[in-house]
Nanobody, 125 residues
Framework: VQLQASGGGLVQAGDSLRLSCAASGRTFGSYVIAWFRQGPGKEREFVAQIPPTGGNMVFHTDSVKGRFTISRDNAKNTAYLQMNSLKPEDTAVYYC??????????????????WGQGTQVTVSS
């Protein structure tokens, strides 16, 4: 599966953005989808994850809980990351990833098999 992330941009603190992760192929609905980010001078970190069928079994890292929401539309082969109340510390390149692993290590980037190219999000104060 090929992934393409989009929707990034330059916004002010408190603004919202919605990132999209468009996938090719007919097996999108069988993959776990995750969002990671890598800020300036930082390691890539887990942001959120959603299982193949979506629903309530989603996970968000603590720093974005209550502000970010991951979702997916399997009919459109697209996953989303709605980001509200953005903060300067959210500035990063955001990547979507796909894989078949679903377990205790969903926050580890090595468990994902496919990656999008990244989209830059810059939040000014």
């Amino acid at each position: 599966v090929q992934l393409q992330a989009s929707g990034g941009g330059l916004v002010q603190a408190g603004d919202s953005l919605r990132l999209s992760c468009a996938a090719s192929g007919r097996t999108f609905g069988s993959y776990v989808i995750a969002w990671f980010r890598q800020g300036p001078g930082k390691e890539r970190e887990f942001v959120a994850q959603i299982p193949p069928t979506g629903g309530n079994m989603v996970f968000h890292t603590d720093s974005v809980k209550g502000r970010f929401t991951i979702s997916r539309d399997n009919a459109k082969n697209t996953a989303y990351l709605q980001m509200n109340s953005l903060k300067p510390e959210d500035t990063a390149v955001y990547y979507c990833a796909a894989g078949r692993y679903y377990g205790d290590y969903i926050y580890v980037d090595r468990v994902y098999d496919y990656w999008g190219q990244g989209t830059q999000v810059t939040v000014s104060s």
